[in-house]
């Protein structure tokens, strides 16, 4: 068997000869700390003094938009922390900040809250936690990634309810950690892959470094603390990660919520991030560089070899540079070009990658090296006919996402991440789009592997941020599957000029030219080569392509369709999926690429408290598909041609859906609904037919009944979808033309224009707010008496190749354990791979005595875990549901429930013997396994119990093999053959 591409990169850093680099796991035994130092809290005081405060009418000038923070008191914490920000007002949604010059005055018009202060306080850089000396003993440990909010798990109606009611506040880490006596003279350093969000760092009680923003991954150098101590003598690093506030309008988390790694290399080394492969080839060669820094105190004479490695580990190529001096303490780039001619392009179907190795060379011996896993490929934009790949035109199908899941909050592990990944897949989508912020380093390359493309987004946006567009660039660059920058979304890319938008082009094409610059939202024109937008209807990309005809355009989000799994909620929302994805079809539109979103996310609720996660998702918080994501699983793949080059890799099928769930003790009102691949479709109910409906190909098709007249609800919003009938002039009129129409079901009439409108009823397209006054009655379709439902699918010939049932439960009586992930039904896999963070998706379904779920009753339901694992959090999906994420007893909501179980042992992270000689408290809460140690490879077992219900147990498998991680499944599956957890699921 080949070896394993994780292995390969991570080998690749301890094969030279000589001095080699050192990445070491640093994400184990963190003290923790929730809330602030006793002497300080938000802000870089400890606390936001303004001098002067005021809500109402105030007018201020020379102001500038911040990114998009909607509360009042994240927009004064940000300008707390602005070291140029003197004024701040938040005016409907939107924060602007204002320097020393700015001038407020009141105002007839303005409505706004603000702040001013006079002078700026020199941040606070000594707080009692930040002693080297402080007895930590008592606080807990964790490991990272680690998100302390959802950790804390307090939802409140007074916190932000943008943020899903959970409580922000700021928390403190602490890790003991000892270095090797030879590490010496060496460049050592710790990597954050992000904390959010402001960030002070500390070094044995010495302040070292703050970071301002939530998203981008930042190094601690060490090696030139004054304090920093070798051999048994213990050091300490300290950070105080104030996530009180936030940049998004969403759920952020707070903390250590990505990994951590200690870094030593030699003096002369690869800067980190320094490594450039761009992966648009140009008459069959790419250009590659490094940079590389000397931190010695003589000139180095150096030159860089880059090989290109492939799967196997073979070198394909080699190319060394020209050698040159790098002058003490400085940086030099090394440049050269790579063959890569007769290597497997990258697609979207065949996502070939490789590695490449760059190594620096001093003297003859190799000092450093550094990889990247990458891929090949050209791609074209084009304002007449979109994009193209490798030369083949598609559409992009995708959707946006943001970062949090039901028990978990954003500390989210790969396998979690595969899992979601794969869904997308399984919808037809072919396009991830990084909303609003890069994410987690790893997940790009699972993209890589899968096929995905992405759409790489920076967060915040302003002169004063350009940094950060640098720096997710420059980490991001060597990632084939990014396709396109995005400068900013919506809100934030209003600024009062075109210099912003400028300047963070300038710093992207400083470091890559080979990828279009785009924005979801009104950034400069002149400074963007793609145009996105959000939310927008087919008039303005009409308009747009009339006034810029050459420049590419693209529906970067859209589709804000709300549902939940709730039977007696708005399941069925198919109008507006495709009224809002309608843009996208437009010949010279680049297709829908930002989906509002693949899953829902904690925050930017539907309602008010106590609902708490978004509604937006084809997938609820808990990863449970809601029925409109079989809406897209047929019209974006079922349905797309094997032809089209931007089709995920599967094999043909046929589908039919029956999108209604029954229950036992009552009705539901959402009546039976269907969507077929195939222009046929047949029902039937309780064995008899309904009849056959034609021309229903991808589109929902209401089975409606006749309520005989005899109506239940009122009907007194606008009901969309209905049908004008001339000549009823009075609600009589119009009940009666409903009564004598045979499939009608509500029947609407306006006093205001004396019209009449009927026939089949939705609620789902029912909505308030029409200006014209209406009165009329409906009946929802009554279910409690049907025993099942039926749907057959039949192709052209006449012929069923598809069927669904859906059939009456009884009573709950039973529990049934499923893994969700590691499965081979979501092509996730079948083994957790024993490395400290690898998580399992286990769900509960509550069962009637024949197997089948019930979903009109809740139950509560209580996981255990034994063998070498643990529960790390547990949900529903529920957007009401307030229960403490990490408790090991939750409700079952709509028949299921949610549980994550994480390895509790390390058994393939490389030296670690050297991790246990460099955590203090090695082992204190992950079990970190020498080489010569013996690794407990025995199941994990989870057990689920409830009163008066039967229990189940079901064991989760384990290996010690990096075969068997998430990267190397996802580059296995292709095709997504396998993936069946759509097909499969009830309810």
């Known amino acids: 068997k080949m070896a394993p591409f994780y292995m390969l990169c991570l080998a690749a850093l301890m094969a030279a000869t000589g001095a080699s680099r050192d990445v070491v796991n640093f994400n184990y035994a963190w003290r923790y700390h929730y809330g602030p130092s006793p002497d300080g809290g938000i802000g870089p005081g400890g606390q936001c003094v303004y001098q002067q405060t005021f809500t109402g009418n105030r007018s201020c000038t020379n102001m500038y938009q911040n990114p998009n923070r909607f509360s009042p008191g994240d927009c004064a914490t940000a300008c707390c922390y602005n070291p140029n920000c003197y004024v701040w007002t938040q005016e409907d949604r939107h924060c602007y900040h204002g320097g020393s010059d700015a001038i407020c005055n009141p105002s007839t018009t303005a409505s706004s809250a603000g702040g001013i202060r006079t002078t700026i306080p020199t941040p606070k850089t000594s707080f009692a936690y930040s002693q080297e000396s402080v007895d930590d003993s008592q606080w807990d440990i964790v490991d990272a990634p680690h998100d302390f909010v959802i950790e804390h798990g307090e939802f409140s109606p007074e916190a932000d309810f943008k943020h899903g009611s959970l409580v922000r506040n700021v928390s403190w880490y602490r890790k003991h950690f000892k270095l090797p006596s030879d590490w010496q003279g060496s460049n050592i350093y710790i990597h954050f892959e992000a904390i959010f969000h402001y960030a002070q760092i500390w070094i044995n009680g010495d302040y070292v470094q703050a970071h301002t923003c939530g998203y981008t991954g930042f190094t601690v150098r060490l090696d030139n603390v004054s304090t920093l101590k070798y051999g048994d003598e213990p050091n300490v690093v300290i950070v105080r990660a104030d996530a009180s506030y936030g940049s998004g309008h969403w759920f952020e988390g707070g903390g250590l919520y990505r990994p951590v790694h200690l870094v030593r290399a030699d003096p002369v080394h690869i800067v980190h991030d320094g490594l450039y492969v761009s992966s648009e080839t140009i008459n069959g060669a790419v250009p590659v560089s490094a940079e590389v820094e000397n931190l010695s105190d003589d000139i180095a004479q150096a030159m860089v070899q880059f090989q290109l490695l492939d799967h196997g580990g073979s070198v394909l190529a080699t190319q060394n540079t020209t050698a040159a001096s790098v002058g003490k303490q400085d940086i030099n780039m090394f440049e050269t070009q790579l063959d890569v001619s007769k290597l497997s392009i990258w697609s979207i179907q065949s996502p070939s990658l490789y590695t490449v190795r760059a190594q620096v060379i001093v003297q003859g011996a190799v000092v450093d090296q550094d990889h990247a896993l990458t891929g090949f490929r050209t791609m074209t934009w084009s304002g007449q006919s979109g994009f193209a790949l490798n030369n083949k035109s598609f559409d992009f199908r995708g959707f946006s996402n943001h970062n949090s899941l039901t028990g978990v909050g954003v500390a989210m592990a790969d396998r979690l991440n595969l899992f979601r990944i794969q869904s997308l897949r399984a919808l037809g989508g072919n396009i991830w789009r990084m909303s609003h912020n890069p994410y987690r380093e790893s997940i790009y390359d699972l993209m890589a592997a899968t096929g995905v493309m992405i759409w790489d987004e920076n967060r915040d946006y302003g002169l004063e941020y350009v940094f950060e567009m640098h720096e997710m660039v420059k980490r991001d660059r060597n990632k084939v599957a990014i396709v396109v920058w995005s400068h900013c979304n919506e809100y934030e890319c209003e600024q009062p000029d075109g210099n912003t938008s400028l300047a963070y082009s300038a710093v992207t094409r400083a470091l890559d030219r080979s990828r279009p610059l785009a924005a979801n939202g009104p950034a400069y024109p002149a400074a963007l080569d793609v145009q996105g937008f959000s939310h927008s209807g087919v008039k303005t990309f009409v308009n747009f392509h009339k006034s810029y005809p050459d420049k590419p355009s693209v529906l970067s989000e859209c589709c804000s369709c709300t549902s939940q799994r709730d039977p007696s909620g708005s399941r069925i929302i198919t109008s507006c999926l495709q009224q809002q994805n309608s843009p996208g079809l437009l010949p010279y539109v680049t297709g829908s690429l930002g989906v509002w979103t693949l899953t829902d996310y904690y925050g930017e609720p539907a309602g008010t408290f106590p609902s708490i996660s978004s509604s937006f998702g084809q997938f609820d918080l808990g990863m449970f598909p809601k029925p409109h994501a079989y809406w897209y699983r047929i019209n974006w793949l079922s349905m797309m041609s094997d032809s089209d080059a931007g089709r995920p890799n599967t094999t043909a099928f046929d589908m039919v859906r029956v999108q209604d769930v029954l229950i036992h003790n009552g009705s539901s009102s959402s009546g039976i609904h269907t969507v077929s691949s195939t222009n046929v479709t047949e029902v039937f109910v309780d064995g008899i037919s309904k009849g056959k409906r034609s021309g229903s190909k991808g589109e929902t098709v209401d089975w409606a009944t006749s309520c005989d007249c005899h109506f239940t609800v009122k009907a007194d919003v606008q009901c969309h979808g209905l049908k004008q009938i001339k000549g009823a002039n009075s609600v009589d009129a119009c009940k009666q033309a409903c009564c004598n129409t045979s499939d009608c079901s509500i029947y609407q009439y306006s006093p205001t224009d004396d019209s ?159 991790i246990n000689q460099i955590d203090v408290e090695s082992n204190a809460r992950t079990h970190v396994v020498p080489p010569s140690g013996q690794c407990d490879t025995s199941d994990i077992v989870v057990t689920v119990v409830s009163t008066g219900l039967q229990g189940d147990k079901i064991s989760v498998a384990v290996s010690t093999s990096l075969s068997d991680s998430p990267l190397e499944v996802a580059l296995g599956t292709t095709p997504l053959s396998g993936y069946t957890y759509l097909d499969d699921f009830q309810g």
């Open 756 to 914: 009449c409108w009927i026939g089949s009823y939705d609620p789902s397209n029912c909505h308030p707010g029409d200006k014209y006054t209406w009165e009329g009655e409906a009946c929802p379709a009554a279910l409690d008496d049907i025993s099942n439902i039926t749907a057959v699918a039949y192709n052209d010939d006449g012929e069923a190749v598809a069927k669904h049932q859906v059939i009456k439960p009884g009573v709950g009586v039973a529990l049934k354990l499923y893994i969700d992930a590691p499965s081979p039904t979501t092509a996730t896999g079948d083994k957790l791979v024993l490395d400290g963070e690898d998580t399992a998706a286990i769900s509960v379904a509550l069962v009637d005595e024949r197997g089948r779920l019930v979903t009109s009753e809740a139950h509560n339901v209580t996981f255990s875990v034994s063998g070498p694992g643990r529960l790390i959090g547990t949900g529903n999906g529920d957007h009401e549901a307030l229960h403490f994420p990490k408790a090991s007893t939750v409700a079952t909501y709509i028949g299921w429930a949610r549980a994550f179980v994480q390895v509790s042992e390390d058994c393939v992270s490389l030296q670690r013997d050297l």
